[in-house]
């Protein structure tokens, strides 16, 4: 089964503190994995992807094969990171979709 | 460059109506995706088109439908509302099928009374 799942629906840290939000996947095939970010009132983007291996806005995330697992991490929160933030598996079948985890609300506190 | 742009932006809509929602791509995108996002079950895959062709369908049924044209632009129509139908419709657009960036529209509010 193709399956995203981020256990935390609500992780709240102070302005500074390292933050980690877990993802794990389900998937028998190749995985290609991204974190989207929705900040309050503004659409869904895209915030990094595994083959990049980039890091973006202090974000990183690696990809760990073994533990399925694609967690998302910044070694010190800012207020503005405070948004909604999705795990998502790119798959695919006839052509590729992304499935979503349901997600995790991020709220930095002062 | 215009970003993805859904319209209407918020709907209501009596149960056993027809709805059509539209999206526009971003200029050169050809891949068009819809999503429903919805508090219970999150952010699901709808379906995809691609060069005025269906290429890939999530598990919803039959009442919600879609269609690009030859512009990219696309819609989708779901007939015989539903209670349950009431969520957030999002569109994203892909410059191709195995482009791996998506970009999300603001999505249309859909309310079914």
């Known amino acids: 089964a193709q399956r995203v799942t981020q256990p935390e629906k609500l992780l709240s840290v102070f302005k500074g503190a390292p933050v980690e939000l877990k993802c794990n996947y389900s998937?028998?095939?190749?995985?290609?994995l991204f974190w989207y970010v929705q900040y309050s009132r503004q659409r869904l983007q895209l915030l990094l992807r595994h083959i990049s291996r980039e890091s973006i806005k202090g974000f990183t995330a690696d990809l760990n094969k073994g533990e399925t697992s694609f967690h998302l991490k910044k070694p010190f929160a800012q207020e503005e990171d405070s948004a909604m933030y999705y795990c998502a598996l790119r798959v695919k079948d006839s052509s590729y979709k992304l499935i979503f985890g349901s997600g995790t609300r991020l709220l930095v506190r002062p | 460059k215009a970003g993805v742009t859904q319209t209407p932006r918020y709907l209501i809509k009596t149960r056993g109506q027809q709805v059509t929602l539209s999206c526009s791509p971003i200029?050169?995108?050809?891949?068009v995706s819809w999503y429903q996002q919805t508090p219970g079950q999150g952010l699901q895959f709808l379906f995809e088109y691609f060069s005025e062709t269906q290429r890939n369908k999530g598990n919803f049924p039959g009442r919600f439908s879609g269609r690009q044209f030859s512009n990219s632009r696309s819609e989708m129509n779901v007939s015989t509302l539903e209670l349950g139908d009431s969520a957030l419709y999002l569109c994203?657009?892909?410059?191709?099928?195995?482009?791996?960036?998506?970009?999300f529209g603001q999505g249309t509010r859909l309310t079914v009374v």
């Open positions: 994203a657009s892909s410059l191709a099928l195995s482009n791996t960036e998506a970009f």
């Open positions: 998937y028998s095939g190749s995985p290609e």
């Open positions: 200029s050169g995108h050809r891949s």
